[in-house]
């Protein structure tokens, strides 16, 4: 339409363009797009690397974790035979209706799960991870690696305290951080008021690179949603919404397999938390939904994971007949659940809540459980925690490796889960602003030993496992910025 304005010229064409973008506010939303795919897609690869590398550049690695989906297939499959239970049936309009009536407290119907049991566990992954080997390595023995002592025997490269406090600068002692109380330099309520004035101010600019910058230093609560929003770059439109009521009338069409494993997995997990069990019917309705949600396959061109198949009754191994299963591709693990739990803190509305977690998830979440190189995967994250122990508290690490109580098989649930359900709530949300400010996970594994170097005196004591995992068993007192702030900056290196 304004082409046709007699004020529009040809020559002016592109200026026109770009003045209207700037005033029509398109050019800030067009910023955002990019920067959040910048955000989530790998850098490209050499022109001749093979489309697969763009998964996962490292053969055994690729290797491994089609032989884990093939156990966790295996797992699922079985309990389809064993209970007699299809993958996907139509619900009977009887029981659509119901379903339906109910949605807003789905907690309330205990379906009988007593024959379920989770797919698998963190720890059936930690023997996994514990096992992986690179073969090229296994002949010539190369002593710098050989002398790490921890149960992960990859050599992958991972950061050092050095280079960890280069990227972890903003959080350094001398810098405000929301999350610290006594802060010598500024008087925290001064610090606090300032912060959140650039907050707003943030948020009023719809900047999503700039929204990023500011939650390193920490969100104060009442902007927190929205800047998370505007970070992953979620509007709520009315089409978003749409989806997902189209999401939830899947639900209440089809009945899934993986239905029952959510919601055993709520059960489990999230109802027994005293921080959680609130947002029971919130979890089943995000967790039921984004298990239809076939937008969440794309993030497979850049996971080292593959999405399941399965074969329309009959049709086993022709492939025209192949669909994916679960539709998502996703098959949920026990605690899969506390990854949507604390978002319900921030998020009342279903639909914002949904696209909230599924952008997390696709983002960061699915690496915690996919076997890979990436420096954010949970097998770096492991190593960088063995790494950082190892060389800094040493006869810490040795004490605990004598005793048969090797640190990792403590600290890798709390990993796993993103130390959700570990932490106290409002001090998991500081931490997951940082992993959003930083858009990465390596601040995981630096929580994880400071974890360890903040009990290591009554550690030193134990003299077994059962004994370590009591001294760790409750996380819920801990304050995760002090903790890492003295672990990267007063470590003495």
Same mark, same amino acid.
């Given at each position: ?26 050019? +800030?939303? /067009? ?147 929301? $999350? ?32 990023? !910058?500011?939650?390193?230093? $920490? ?65 089943? !309705? ?42 998502? $591709? ?12 604390? *978002? ?36 770096? /994250? ?30 890798? +649930? ?16 500081? *931490? ?11 601040? *995981?594994?630096? *929580? ?36 890492? !702030? ?8």
């Amino acid at each position: 339409v304004s082409l046709h304005k007699p004020e529009i010229k040809l020559e002016s064409l592109k200026e026109d363009i770009k003045d209207f973008l700037k005033t029509s506010g398109w050019e +800030k939303k /067009l910023q955002n797009a990019v920067y959040s795919e910048l955000n989530v897609f790998p850098s490209p690869c050499h022109p001749a690397a093979p489309p697969e590398h763009m998964k996962e550049p490292l053969a055994y690695m690729r290797k491994a974790q089609g032989s884990w989906e093939k156990r966790i297939l295996k797992s699922l499959n079985s309990m389809c035979t064993e209970l007699s239970i299809p993958l996907a049936q139509k619900r009977p309009v009887s029981e659509q209706k119901e379903l339906l009536n109910k949605w807003n407290e789905m907690g309330t119907d205990e379906p009988d799960l007593s024959l379920f049991r989770p797919v698998y566990a963190p720890k059936d992954f930690l023997e996994v991870l514990m096992n992986l080997r690179n073969p090229n390595y296994e002949n010539g023995e190369q002593p710098s690696f050989r002398n790490h002592l921890g149960l992960i025997q990859v050599p992958l490269k991972v950061k050092d305290i050095p280079e960890l406090k280069e990227d972890f600068s903003e959080l350094g002692l001398n810098i405000g951080q929301l $999350g610290i109380d006594d802060s010598a330099q500024v008087p925290p309520e001064f610090f606090e008021n300032e912060h959140v004035r650039v907050g707003q101010k943030v948020l009023a600019e719809q900047d999503s690179a700039a929204a990023q !910058q500011y939650v390193r230093q $920490g969100c104060p609560t009442a902007l927190r949603a929205d800047l998370w929003a505007l970070i992953l770059n979620i509007s709520n439109q009315p089409e978003d919404i749409l989806y997902y009521e189209q999401l939830k009338s899947n639900v209440i069409q089809h009945d899934l397999l993986v239905d029952s494993l959510i919601y055993k997995d709520v059960k489990l997990t999230a109802s027994n938390d005293d921080y959680y069990f609130v947002f029971e019917d919130y979890l089943y !309705q995000v967790l039921l939904c984004f298990s239809r949600d076939t937008s969440v396959l794309e993030h497979f061109t850049y996971s080292s994971a593959t999405p399941p198949k399965s074969y329309i009754q009959g049709k086993l191994g022709m492939e025209e007949y192949a669909v994916f299963y679960p539709p998502n $591709g996703v098959i949920p693990f026990h605690g899969f659940s506390m990854y949507v739990a604390p *978002l319900c803190f921030l998020y009342h509305e279903p639909s914002k809540l949904y696209q909230i977690f599924r952008e997390m998830y696709v983002r960061f979440f699915f690496r915690l459980h996919s076997i890979s190189s990436h420096p954010s995967g949970i097998v770096s /994250l492991c190593l960088l925690f063995e790494t950082l122990l190892q060389t800094h508290l040493p006869q810490l690490f040795y004490h605990l490796r004598e005793i048969g109580a090797q640190p990792l098989r403590i600290s890798f +649930k709390w990993m796993v889960r993103a130390f959700s359900g570990y932490l106290a709530t409002d001090q998991l949300l500081l *931490l997951w602003d940082r992993i959003l400010g930083y858009n990465s996970l390596e601040i *995981l594994a630096v *929580l994880a030993a400071a974890v360890f170097a903040f009990r290591a005196v009554n550690l030193m004591e134990v003299t077994s496992l059962a004994a370590a995992e009591a001294v760790l068993a409750d996380l819920s007192t801990l304050k995760v910025m002090p903790l890492l !702030q003295i672990f990267l900056f007063a470590t003495v290196t």
